[in-house]
Nanobody, 130 residues
Framework: VQLQASGGGLVKPGESLRLSCAAS????????MGWFRQAPGKEREFVAA????????TYADSVKGRFTISRDGAKNTVYLQMDTLKPEDTAIYFC????????????????????????WGQGTQVTVSS
């Protein structure tokens, strides 16, 4: 299994970035895909997740309204569109894959927990600074 994240970089506050994560070795369309991030000296935190077949999405409160997660089953790729970036968004961003086992009501409760995810990719650095 490989999850290859890309698209990070250095941007100014208010600017945008789009992260991509290409998956291989899994039946992509049966997996929940998630994004997490870890800032220096802080614990890893949930950012966003998208259930199989686009059936649901969920976001951390800190990014709601600014970030959008999407997926392309034909390309086995999940995206994170990040708009109106803030300095506090600076972190290493990781994508992860969860063999989707839960009914929707449970999924909404557990999708933000890192322990739910079976596979992790390497991170991509996002730095927001003026």
């Amino acid at each position: 299994v490989q999850l290859q994240a890309s698209g990070g970089g250095l941007v100014k506050p208010g600017e945008s970035l789009r992260l991509s994560c290409a998956a291989s070795g899994i039946s992509f369309n049966t997996y929940t895909m998630g994004w997490f991030r870890q800032a220096p000296g802080k614990e890893r935190e949930f950012v966003a997740a998208i259930r199989r077949a686009h059936s649901a999405t969920t976001y951390a409160d800190s990014v709601k309204g600014r970030f959008t997660i999407s997926r392309d089953g034909a390309k086995n790729t999940v995206y994170l569109q990040m708009d109106t970036l803030k300095p506090e968004d600076t972190a290493i961003y990781f994508c992860a894959a969860d063999r989707d086992r839960r009914i929707l009501s449970e999924w909404l409760r557990f999708a933000g927990q890192g322990s739910e995810y079976d596979h992790w990719g390497q991170g991509t650095q996002v730095t927001v600074s003026s």
